[in-house]
């Protein structure tokens, strides 16, 4: 079962899970695209209320991470707010991927975004990532327009949450 800590993205735990997942990216980001760019988090934007940041533990060892951020409300076209958080750095080392770990965390990094006043919920991520895809679909998430410039991402999906 994992378990999940609240971390900031400076500390160095996170600061090691998430080197592990920009090597990774790098190493794997299909080369007709370009090269990955890294952009680390800015820890600010990942603590309530802006954000959170945690790390998953299996068994006590560190086994991946993700943060949620909130981002630019949404406005409705009878023009009321919808508050946006965004998903991001959802990373699982390899051994335990494939054992419903990926879901957990995502399930889990919803739920706190849900706690922080989120409405809708997006992410962003790239075609290359099949796993990932298929999980957020399966989630719930569906396409929408580009929200945001990433050069590493060519796919946007988003997710109604209240």
């Known amino acids: ?21 920009f090597a990774e990216r790098e190493e794997t980001f299909p080369s007709a695209q370009g090269s990955y760019r890294v952009s680390a988090p800015d820890a600010s934007r990942f603590v309530p209320p802006a954000g959170d940041f945690i790390v998953a533990s299996l068994d006590g060892e560190p086994a991946g991470c993700g943060g949620v951020r909130r981002i630019e409300d949404e406005t409705t076209q009878e023009g009321a707010p919808v508050v946006r958080f965004e998903i991001k750095h959802l990373w699982l080392a390899p051994a335990v991927r494939g054992r419903g770990a ?5 399930e889990e990094l919803e739920r ?4 922080l006043g989120a409405q809708r919920l997006v992410l962003d991520t790239n075609e290359s990532l099949k796993a990932a895809g298929r999980l957020y679909r399966a989630s719930g998430y569906t396409p929408v327009a580009p929200y945001n410039d990433n050069p590493n991402a060519n796919v946007w999906l988003s997710k109604r949450v209240s």
Not at 2 to 21: I, N, Q
Not at 102 to 106: I, P, Q
């Open 1 to 21: 079962m994992l378990t999940f800590t609240t971390v900031r993205t400076d500390d160095p735990l996170a600061e090691s899970l998430l080197r592990r997942y």
């Open 102 to 106: 990926g879901r957990a965390l995502l």
């Open 112 to 115: 706190r975004a849900i706690a």
